[in-house]
């Protein structure tokens, strides 16, 4: 079964990213900061991650930036969930490595759509 | 996928009240024109999460005048304004607005416009006010805008050549590909062109290109999608393919001029792209990806067969025997093998079917609460064992006898609060449910603290409906299962009786029907105890095998309370297959099951007396031999064959043929009946014939 990191400090929105991918089949481990999930991350390996911007103690973008440091990050797929439509985050996230963005608000149905474009 | 987003609005609205309560703290504790960076920080990001779970969960208001909030405070982040006391005083109507607005989204109701007009009035003007303009609304705010509908042309060719980094930001080209081929019919060539030597080559990087054509009619928009994050860092074209059209007969196409000199501008082509999408998602839905949900009867399925494997097993090892030498003890230890294998699967295939008893305990304190209330009680309710697994199909069948006498110890139990007082008791009743696992049974227990039940008020009752003859004395615990009694329900004086009579027999009915029991013990003035003992599953059982007039039949291990060799001596004839026998000092009915079967009696030098207890009751069992232990699988007499009397269900034996499992409870009662129509003898229970545990 796939495996995808989930890392918002949102309660709300974690519960639905989580459960929306467990209902498609996935597995799903949840972080609710950057510190939680680069700690996980130093340690596991997943198929993919997905990250919001906007976090206490360390965000998304620094998040994604350590992230390709380590070895077995180097080719994960990272999608970086942000309410900024902004061409200027889009191009941070990428600057620090993500694979793509997902643009909040989304609904269930999208962020599945979304997400299999980078799950094998 | 139907995964509703309303499920998660509780959350989000708690998750709100949380982030805005911490704003307020900060707010409050701030000192103005002094605060630090890492509080305007969290505030921000308070607002920042309403904003976007507000956006999210499509509640816009929230969501627009949260972003309002944000801008301000990013101004404040970046240093371009102080967090004043204007500012705070501002904010802290922020807060209070989103709170009424969060509060009003969870019951439904709209809030005042004109409170929420003025309010971002002022907070527009306080953005402007330091002449920075207002970042737009991102697109998140308001509804998603749909694409402008734009004529879709026969096709595309697209060229694609990544940038060498791509690999490592976790893009895959391959996997764009698969998208594009789920949008329509996709042909692509690699182009090879900027592959460098192969020492130079650096196998991180990507050299390649492609030239791709997509047919069908894709929507610009839905191609340019699957290249949205990449694009940027690549050369892409897409254009249309031009001339040749689609193969798509019945498509309508407009004869509207086409626009000439525009590089996009195609014939409309009506056919939606949904069908193919559709038809992508599906086959990647379908994809392994395992979903642990599965239906009740596939599951009973499974148990069925494991049942027939563990019939098959038991007969292969019947040959453990039959087979010398070294290959007989190999045969022996793959047998032993299998045994044990087809435990362990028999044991986690019934495990399925386990649950908490949690799932029917949880509906009580709740309905407690409102049965209480509405009857000016107070109650505390004590729940125990909540984490006992249970099997479902029991589960299932014991939430209404539990509700019955959970809203019976309420009602009719526990006594209103100055009643207790002047009883001397607290004035809050104690409703306690438990459960436990004890030799392969469950016990649920119901038990209140309340007025109890006076056995005389019920003998007086059961008189007076006839149930009760003569004036023979009648201990207290039988009075009490006189409650039981389907003609005591009925009858009207039972309300008096503190009502515990009403359905009574209908909750002893249906635990019956899953092969368990209901006892009851009342102390008068202390409270009532009603204990339920329930099988652990329905679908094995644990079984001594005996042999009645040459055939097997299982009795259940449970019940047996000891066997003794018969003595003739010792019986006293009551009818051709029922008779009395002297056990020590005590006479016990005996069935003669050949007899009572009809089935020919096998020559016997030596019959033995099983003797069975069910619920205190005694009753010895004729048999001409008992045969090994076993566990054997249940299989329903009712729906395969008919109901016998005195036959509780079927199974099949190691040997193929099939076994009568007999009904413990069924064959007293038989016995009780005959007995009390010939004496006056009825079963009655001594404190020596509890059933061994």
């Given amino acids: 079964m796939a495996k995808i990191l989930t890392v918002d400090d949102s309660r709300s929105i974690r519960q639905m990213v989580s459960l929306t991918l467990r209902t498609a089949g996935y597995d799903v481990v949840e972080a609710a900061d950057g510190v939680e999930a680069l700690e996980y991350a130093s340690r596991n390996s997943v198929d993919l991650a997905i990250i919001d911007v906007n976090m206490p103690r360390l965000d ?50 999208s962020l599945l759509a979304t997400i299999r474009k980078v799950m094998r | 996928m139907t995964i509703d987003p309303r499920q998660f609005h509780q959350v989000f609205f708690e998750e709100s009240f949380e982030g805005l309560e911490a704003m307020e703290q900060a707010l409050l504790t701030a000192t103005p024109g002094q605060v630090e960076a890492e509080t305007i920080n969290a505030i921000f990001r308070v607002a920042h999460t309403i904003k976007g779970g507000a956006a999210t ?78 970042t737009p609304l991102p697109s998140a705010v308001t509804a998603r805008p749909e694409p402008a509908p734009k004529a879709p042309a026969p096709g595309w060719r697209i060229r694609f ?40 080559l650096e196998v991180e990087r990507c050299y390649l290109a492609w030239q791709a054509e997509l047919r069908g009619a894709v929507e610009r928009r839905a191609v340019e999608e699957v290249f949205e994050w990449v694009a940027d860092e690549s050369e892409l074209e897409i254009l249309p393919i031009q001339g040749r059209g689609l193969p798509q007969p019945a498509a309508p196409v407009t004869d509207e001029a086409v626009p000439s000199g525009a590089g996009e501008a195609v014939p409309a082509v009506a056919v939606p792209k949904a069908a193919t999408l559709q038809e992508a998602v599906r086959r990647v839905a379908a994809e392994p990806g395992g979903s642990i949900r599965v239906s009740i009867e596939k599951v009973d399925a499974l148990v069925d067969l494991v049942g027939e494997l563990v019939i098959t097993q038991s007969m292969l090892s019947r040959l453990k025997g039959a087979v010398v030498g070294e290959l007989g003890e190999r045969l022996v230890a793959g047998l032993n093998q299998l045994e044990r294998h087809t435990r362990n699967l028999q044991d986690s295939v019934l495990g399925m079917r386990m649950l908490p008893i949690a799932f029917v305990f949880n509906r009580f304190p709740r309905m407690v609460r409102d049965l209480a209330a509405g009857l000016g009680k107070q109650v505390v309710l004590e729940v125990q064992g909540e984490s006992t697994e249970i099997d479902k199909t029991v589960m299932e069948a014991i939430g209404d006898p539990l509700m019955h006498l959970v809203r019976n110890a309420i009602d009719h139990g526990l006594e209103q609060p100055q009643e ?91 635990v019956r029907a899953l092969g368990g029991s209901v006892g009851i013990s009342s102390d008068l003035g202390r ?56 056990l020590r000092d005590d006479y016990i009915p005996v069935i003669h099951l050949a007899r009572l079967f009809q089935c020919r009696e096998a020559a016997c030098e030596r019959p033995l007396v099983v003797i069975v207890g069910y619920e205190g009751h005694r009753v010895g069992l004729v ?66 014939s509890e059933a061994r545990p």
Avoid at chain 2, 178 to 192: C, H, I, P, T, Y
Avoid at chain 2, 532 to 548: C, F, H, M, W
């Fill in chain 1, 60 to 109: 998304g973008i620094a998040l994604t930036r350590k992230l390709r440091e380590l070895a077995n990050w180097r080719f994960t797929p990272i999608l970086i969930l942000t309410t900024e439509s902004s061409q200027e985050r889009k191009q941070e996230g990428r600057a620090a490595g993500a694979t793509g963005w997902i643009v909040k608000p989304f609904d269930p149905d």
């Fill in chain 2, 623 to 688: 048999v001409e031999q008992l045969l090994h232990q076993q566990q054997v699988v249940i299989k329903s007499l009712e729906s395969n064959f008919w109901k016998v009397e005195g036959i509780s269900a079927a199974t099949i034996l190691g040997d193929g043929t099939v076994g009568l499992i007999l009904d413990i409870s069924g064959l007293i009662q038989i016995a009780g009946r005959v007995l009390g129509e010939t004496t006056g003898w009825r079963p009655h229970r001594t404190a020596s």
């Fill in chain 2, 420 to 510: 207790r007082r002047s009883a001397g008791k607290p004035a809050a009743g104690r409703l306690s449910l438990s459960a436990r696992h004890r030799s392969g049974s469950i016990y649920v227990e119901v038990r209140d603290d309340g007025r109890g039940i006076d056995p005389a008020k019920i003998l007086d009752a059961a008189r007076a409906k006839g149930l009760l003859s003569g004036d023979a004395p009648v201990d207290a615990e039988a009075a009490l299962n006189l409650l039981f009694h389907p003609g005591f329900s009925t009858a009207a004086e039972v309300s008096d009786i503190s009502g515990r009579g009403v359905g009574l027999d209908v909750v002893n009915r249906n």
């Fill in chain 2, 57 to 134: 969960f499509g509640f816009e208001r929230i969501a627009a005048l949260a972003h309002r909030l944000e801008t301000l405070l990013d101004q404040m982040r970046a240093g371009k304004r102080l967090l004043d006391e204007p500012a705070i005083e501002l904010l802290l109507g922020g807060v209070d607005l989103i709170r009424a607005m969060i509060e009003g989204a969870r019951q439904g109701i709209g809030i005042d416009d004109e409170a929420q007009v003025g309010y971002i009035s002022r907070l527009e003007q306080a953005i402007k006010g330091e002449a920075i303009s207002p």
């Fill in chain 2, 161 to 200: 050549r990544p940038d060498p980094s791509i690999l490592a930001h976790g893009n895959d080209v391959v996997l764009m590909f698969r998208e594009l081929s789920g949008l329509g019919d996709f042909q692509v060539k690699a182009d090879l062109s900027a592959l460098p030597s192969l020492p130079e």
């Fill in chain 2, 527 to 582: 409270g009532t105890l009603f204990t339920l003992r329930l099988p652990l599953t329905l679908a094995i059982l644990d079984g001594q095998l005996v042999q009645v007039g040459g055939s097997n039949y299982i009795l259940p291990l449970e019940a047996i309370v000891e066997t003794i060799r018969l003595e003739p001596a010792r019986l006293s004839s009551l009818a051709h297959w029922l008779e009395l026998y002297l």
